[in-house]
């Protein structure tokens, strides 16, 4: 069965800093990978989507990276900001089904 | 709206009672899915429907839940005498058609849920 890890489980940073959450998966098999953000009482807001043939995608403060061989996957914050906080989730596609990870809950302190 | 709509946004019923919940996805997207999220986890899959037909079910607890979408838009996942761990909040999400059994490239969008609480 895969299994989806993310570290740390939560993380408090202050304004400003850049930040990594990672995302490690067991099956290097995988082949499509979303990161989504969580705001408390409300969705998930999909954030980025690496298709197996790429290896990274950006979306402004954004870039996310897939290496399959080491099985990981990791999410850059830049210059992160008191809006950033959230928990952020990481998911592979098994067929159509998305498998997530626990979250990473990010705290910036302004 | 834009968006995948859910109701009710909250419901609370008392243990033995069958509760049923609905979902509104994009307008355009074919493949509606169901998930299931305890607190502090990330969503489990349930199940997943394309047009009219479910696709993939295998990931229903048990024969208490049961999920249609008879005319290929509006969804409603039914839980016939709710125990007290069946609490948790569910999740809608639609996406662009996705082939079953091929990988998807199609990314998933997903409502506000429905927390749904079993005294």
């Known amino acids: 069965k895969q299994e989806v890890t993310q570290i740390p489980a939560a993380l408090s940073v202050p304004e400003g800093e850049n930040l990594v959450l990672n995302c490690s998966f067991t099956d290097s098999a995988i082949y499509n990978l979303q990161w989504f953000r969580q705001d408390p009482g409300k969705g998930l807001t999909s954030l980025l989507l690496i298709q197996s043939s790429q290896r990274e995608q950006t979306s402004g403060r954004l870039n996310a990276s897939l290496d399959k061989s080491s099985g990981r996957s990791t999410l850059y914050i830049a210059a992160s900001q008191p809006g950033d906080s959230a928990t952020y989730l990481c998911?592979?596609?098994?067929?159509?089904?998305?498998?997530f990870g626990e979250g990473t809950q990010l705290t910036v302190n302004p | 709206g834009a968006g995948v709509s859910q109701s009710p946004r909250y419901k609370v019923t008392k243990r033995g009672q069958d509760v049923a919940l609905r979902c509104d996805p994009i307008s355009g997207h074919v493949s509606l899915y169901w998930y299931r999220q305890a607190l502090g986890q990330g969503p489990e899959f349930l199940t997943y429907?394309?047009?009219?037909?479910?696709?993939?079910k295998s990931g229903l607890p048990n024969d208490r839940f049961s999920a249609e979408r008879p005319e290929g838009s509006i969804s409603t996942l039914t839980i016939q005498r709710t125990e007290q761990r069946d609490s948790a909040m569910y999740r809608c999400?639609?996406?662009?058609?996705?082939?079953?059994?091929?990988?998807?490239?199609?990314?998933?969008?997903f409502g506000d849920g429905t927390r749904l609480s079993i005294l």
């Open positions: 429907f394309n047009y009219e037909a479910q696709q993939d």
């Open positions: 999400a639609s996406s662009l058609y996705s082939a079953s059994g091929l990988y998807s490239n199609q990314p998933q969008h």
């Open positions: 998911a592979f596609y098994s067929g159509s089904r998305l498998t």
